[in-house]
Structures are given as C-alpha cells and as structure tokens.
C-alpha cells in the first residue's frame, strides 16, 4: 500500500462533461485501478454542466451542478479540472479556483493559448498546480516533455503536426484527389470537423497550441494573437499532386524555432537591436512561432503522420531529433493525459508542493516578412511567346531566385511552377503582388513554403 491511498481521497470538481469531461467520469469510475496504478485515490464532488435537466452516464444526479463558482468554491473541491472551453466562464473559473488555491487542470487550448501567462503567474503567486497536457495534442505527452524532461535542453525548433482535423483533410486530399470543400463535407459527416470548421481549417487552434509549445520551449510569454497563421482552405487537389511530383506530401504545420543561431552573418540581431555592429547587452534569443501549410520532404518524420493523428518532432542541442506521435483528440485520449495531470496535482497537493514552474525569459519575435524558406508557387499564365521571360524577370527583380521550373499547357493557357531557391519571405511577398499586376497572369493559385530543407534554410 502507498502513501497516498492511506490519506483521504482528493475531492475533484469537474467543470464540463461533454466529449472529454464524460470520458473522464468513466474513467474516474475505475476508481480502484486509479488506485492501484497511481496510489492515489480521487474522489469526484461536483461536476458542472450547462444543462442539468440532461442525465449523465456514470454522474449520480446529486452531483450535477450548474453553478459552476459554486462547485469551484465548495469545501469538498480540493483540484478544479475545466472542461468547458472557451474564453468565457472557463477564464473566470479558473483564476477563481486559483485565487482560492486550489490546482487546476484543464484541456483548454484557446484559454492557455489567449491567458497562459497571467494564469501561469496566479498559480505561481498561489503555488499551486495549473497543468493543461491536453491542451496541446490530446493524449500525447508533449507538455511534460518539454516542460520537464527537455528543461536543460536548447530547444532549437519544434514542428508539429497539431491539428487532426486538418490533417484528416490533407491526407484524403492526397489519396483520393478529392477537392478540399468535398473533403470537409465528409469530414464533418464523419465528426471529424465541427460545424463551423473555421477554427481548424484556417490554423486559430494550431496558432493557440504553437504559443503554448514556443512559451514552453523557450521559456517565454507567447501569445496565440502573435503567431502568423494561414489555415487551408486555399490548397488545392493540384498543388498537392505537384508536392508529391516533387517529393513532397503537404501538411499543416505548427513551427517553434530559434532562429538566432541562424544569423552568424548578421551578429547584431542577435542582440535584438538587428545593428549588425552592436555587440552590446546580453544577447536576447530570437525565435519564429507561426502555422501554415508547407511542403514537407517525404522523407520526414512527420511527413508520415496521416489522417486524425498528431505528431510533434523536437530538435535540441544536445538531445537531436525526437518525435512524439499519437492520439491528438477524442473524448478518451484527451481524457487520458487530463487524468495523468489530475493524479499528478492530487500528489502534489497531499506533498505540499507544485509542478515544476517554467522560469519566464524574453525573447525577439522575428517578423514573417525576415522568414526564410523555399517556396512552390503555381501561376497560371497566357500562353504566349515571352510571357515566361517577363515572369522570370518579376522574380530576379525582387532578388528570388528560381530552382526550378515546370510548364504544363492548358489550351490558351499555361500553368507555370516554381521552385525556389531560399529567398525572404518579405520579398517573394512583393514578388507575388509584382506578378498579380502582370496583365499576362491571369492567377497565382498555389503558393506553399517548402519546409525540412535545412541545407537551404537560413
Ligand atoms: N474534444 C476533444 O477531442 C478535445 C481534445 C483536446 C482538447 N479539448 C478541449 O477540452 C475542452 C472540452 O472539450 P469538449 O469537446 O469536451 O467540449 P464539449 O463536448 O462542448 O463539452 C463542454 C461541456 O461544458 C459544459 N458547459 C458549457 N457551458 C458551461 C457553463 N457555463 N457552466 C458549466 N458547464 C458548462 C457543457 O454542458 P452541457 O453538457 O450541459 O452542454 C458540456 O458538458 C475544450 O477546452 C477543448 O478545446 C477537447
């Protein structure tokens, strides 16, 4: 018998019980393996709802609430686990049951992601637990990863694949050849996409999770407001065949990196100050945090991550490459890793102590227009004899250098595709406006950066 299964069990206050806060009841109803697994036992006292009047499986009716501040200030709540979601109460229940001292896990990405730092300096001020493992890729351990067991490392870059729903839809975009807009209507039949997919298919939710994970790896305050994003809605069926002509598969990426480390050639950005003659000051790291949809060499670790699954590939100093692959989302998975951070702060509580806190350091976020990458840009054009030399000389004026370059006839028409070679991302920006003002262009459809290719990377 352990320490904690002598002591008395720790009251739960659940907050929310739709897809993840039911699957937690049931797996809470398995109170003697808990017991057995973790010697710690839980005790559920509350759980909050919007709608009483429904029955829920497994919750005795006298312990369903909808007074949510109430449960959170009840005597018998020692850990509040949030599962509502969302901005509003979720926000004010949770400082409630930290000004009050009390731990909290939650699941809520957009909440972490929208108030992480002044939650994070509640909990700390209260020295109590704020753990939100699920918030991130569902059942995959990525928070405790990055937040205990890389803390020595110098993260350099973390690429993840953050986001099922989109996943799901860019990869039978690929198998079946099927449209974007088609593939979402089957997503949705399938449950795979809310009815309203803006928050997945236009990268809100990946951008959310990518200022937890770049706050986590690199220690610093980032919020879901100041990460660039572009979601996937404009992809088409072409592009992606084009990738895969090309050795690439197109995913939607969520990107944390240093990208100090990549300036040797100009010294001062370093410092922040981008004066490459000030050497000045202790150096501010200078890191990229952004979502949008890249071709990825076939190749890669993730390029192999299909359908609803998430993976997320670490690379450090001194650790090298990891990845991380599994389960981001589902009432059951998500409930799993909510349940690992319940037992973690019910132990913590009985201790008298915390998780470990991250400490909090500055960082320069570097602007999207500084970016560099490769990138695949399809225009079509009027076939017509010069109109390829005035293209060309669009990209050479604006300093983007052409790799590669492919022509398909379409009657009257001509489909160009470029490969770049690295070029800013501020200059192929006015080098697609140079070009959407050519009279010869008649649209620029695909444009995707090309990501995973170190060597070029700068
Ligand atoms: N679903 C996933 O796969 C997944 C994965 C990772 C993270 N998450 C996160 O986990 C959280 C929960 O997601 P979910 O899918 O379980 O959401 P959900 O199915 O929509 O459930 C939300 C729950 O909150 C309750 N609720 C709403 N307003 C409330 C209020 N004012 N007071 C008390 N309860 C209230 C609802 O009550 P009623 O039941 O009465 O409507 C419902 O039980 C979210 O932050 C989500 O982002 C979910």
Same mark, same amino acid.
């Given at each position: 018998?352990?320490?904690?299964?002598?002591?008395?069990?720790?009251?739960?206050?659940?907050?929310?019980?739709?897809?993840?806060?039911?699957?937690?009841?049931?797996?809470?109803?398995?109170?003697?393996?808990?017991?057995?697994?973790?010697?710690?036992?839980?005790?559920?006292?509350?759980?909050?709802?919007?709608?009483?009047?429904?029955?829920?499986?497994?919750?005795?009716?006298?312990?369903?609430?909808?007074?949510?501040?109430?449960?959170?200030?009840?005597?018998?709540?020692?850990?509040?686990?949030?599962?509502?979601?969302?901005?509003?109460?979720?926000?004010?229940?949770?400082?409630?049951?930290?000004?009050?001292?009390?731990?909290?896990?939650?699941?809520?990405?957009?909440?972490?992601?929208?108030?992480?730092?002044?939650?994070?300096?509640?909990?700390?001020?209260?020295?109590?637990?704020?753990?939100?493992?699920?918030?991130?890729?569902?059942?995959?351990?990525?928070?405790?990863?990055?937040?205990?067991?890389?803390?020595?490392?110098?993260?350099?870059?973390?690429?993840?694949?953050?986001?099922?729903?989109?996943?799901?839809?860019?990869?039978?975009?690929?198998?079946?050849?099927?449209?974007?807009?088609?593939?979402?209507?089957?997503?949705?039949?399938?449950?795979?996409?809310?009815?309203?997919?803006?928050?997945?298919?236009?990268?809100?939710?990946?951008?959310?999770?990518?200022?937890?994970?770049?706050?986590?790896?690199?220690?610093?305050?980032?919020?879901?407001?100041?990460?660039?994003?572009?979601?996937?809605?404009?992809?088409?069926?072409?592009?992606?065949?084009?990738?895969?002509?090309?050795?690439?598969?197109?995913?939607?990426?969520?990107?944390?990196?240093?990208?100090?480390?990549?300036?040797?050639?100009?010294?001062?950005?370093?410092?922040?100050?981008?004066?490459?003659?000030?050497? !000045?000051?202790?150096? =501010? %790291?200078?890191? @990229? $945090? +952004?979502?949008? &949809? /890249?071709?990825?060499? *076939?190749?890669?670790?993730?390029?192999?991550?299909?359908?609803?699954?998430?993976?997320?590939?670490?690379?450090?100093?001194?650790?090298?490459?990891?990845?991380?692959?599994?389960?981001?989302?589902?009432?059951?998975?998500?409930?799993?890793?909510?349940?690992?951070?319940?037992?973690?702060?019910?132990?913590?509580?009985?201790?008298?102590? !915390?998780?470990?806190? =991250? %400490?909090?350091? @500055? $960082? +320069?976020?570097? &602007? /999207?227009?500084?970016? *560099?990458?490769?990138?695949?840009?399809?225009?079509?054009?009027?076939?017509?004899?010069?109109?390829?030399?005035?293209?060309?000389?669009?990209?050479?004026?604006?300093?983007?250098?052409?790799?590669?370059?492919?022509?398909?006839?379409?009657?009257?028409?001509?489909?160009?595709?470029?490969?770049?070679?690295?070029?800013?991302?501020?200059?192929?920006?006015?080098?697609?406006?140079?070009?959407?003002?050519?009279?010869?262009?008649?649209?620029?459809?695909?444009?995707?950066?090309?990501?995973?290719?170190?060597?070029?990377?700068?």
């Amino acid at each position: 018998m352990t320490r904690g299964s002598l002591e008395r069990p720790v009251g739960v206050g659940l907050l929310g019980c739709g897809n993840v806060g039911a699957a937690l009841v049931q797996l809470l109803a398995d109170d003697s393996g808990i017991e057995a697994r973790s010697g710690m036992r839980l005790r559920l006292a509350g759980v909050a709802v919007a709608d009483t009047a429904r029955q829920r499986q497994g919750v005795p009716p006298e312990l369903l609430t909808g007074d949510a501040d109430a449960l959170v200030a009840s005597d018998d709540v020692e850990v509040v686990v949030e599962l509502i979601g969302g901005l509003d109460p979720a926000r004010r229940l949770v400082e409630a049951a930290l000004r009050a001292g009390k731990p909290v896990v939650t699941a809520n990405k957009e909440l972490l992601g929208t108030h992480g730092a002044s939650l994070a300096s509640l909990a700390d001020d209260a020295g109590v637990d704020l753990l939100y493992e699920a918030a991130v890729a569902g059942a995959i351990p990525l928070v405790r990863v990055l937040r205990e067991s890389l803390a020595g490392e110098q993260v350099r870059r973390v690429t993840g694949i953050v986001n099922g729903t989109t996943n799901f839809i860019l990869t039978m975009m690929s198998d079946r050849k099927m449209d974007y807009a088609d593939v979402l209507a089957e997503a949705q039949h399938l449950g795979l996409a809310e009815r309203d997919p803006t928050a997945d298919v236009e990268g809100h939710d990946a951008a959310a999770k990518a200022a937890i994970i770049a706050s986590l790896a690199f220690r610093c305050d980032i919020g879901a407001p100041q990460v660039p994003r572009e979601g996937i809605s404009a992809i088409r069926p072409l592009d992606i065949a084009f990738a895969e002509q090309l050795g690439y598969v197109v995913k939607l990426l969520a990107v944390a990196e240093r990208v100090d480390h990549l300036d040797r050639r100009e010294p001062g950005r370093a410092n922040g100050t981008g004066d490459p003659f000030d050497a !000045s000051g202790p150096p =501010v %790291p200078e890191v @990229s $945090v +952004r979502v949008h &949809p /890249a071709m990825l060499p *076939r190749s890669h670790p993730l390029a192999a991550v299909r359908g609803a699954f998430n993976a997320v590939f670490v690379e450090g100093e001194s650790c090298g490459e990891m990845m991380l692959y599994g389960r981001g989302a589902g009432g059951k998975p998500t409930a799993s890793a909510v349940l690992g951070d319940l037992l973690d702060a019910a132990h913590h509580l009985r201790a008298g102590t !915390s998780a470990t806190l =991250v %400490p909090r350091a @500055s $960082v +320069r976020l570097r &602007p /999207a227009a500084d970016l *560099r990458c490769a990138w695949y840009i399809a225009i079509d054009v009027a076939d017509r004899p010069g109109v390829l030399a005035a293209v060309a000389t669009v990209f050479g004026d604006h300093g983007v250098s052409i790799r590669s370059m492919e022509q398909v006839g379409l009657g009257d028409e001509a489909r160009l595709i470029f490969v770049t070679h690295v070029a800013r991302e501020g200059d192929v920006r006015t080098t697609l406006e140079a070009l959407g003002s050519l009279d010869v262009v008649e649209n620029i459809g695909g444009v995707l950066r090309v990501a995973g290719d170190d060597e070029e990377a700068s």
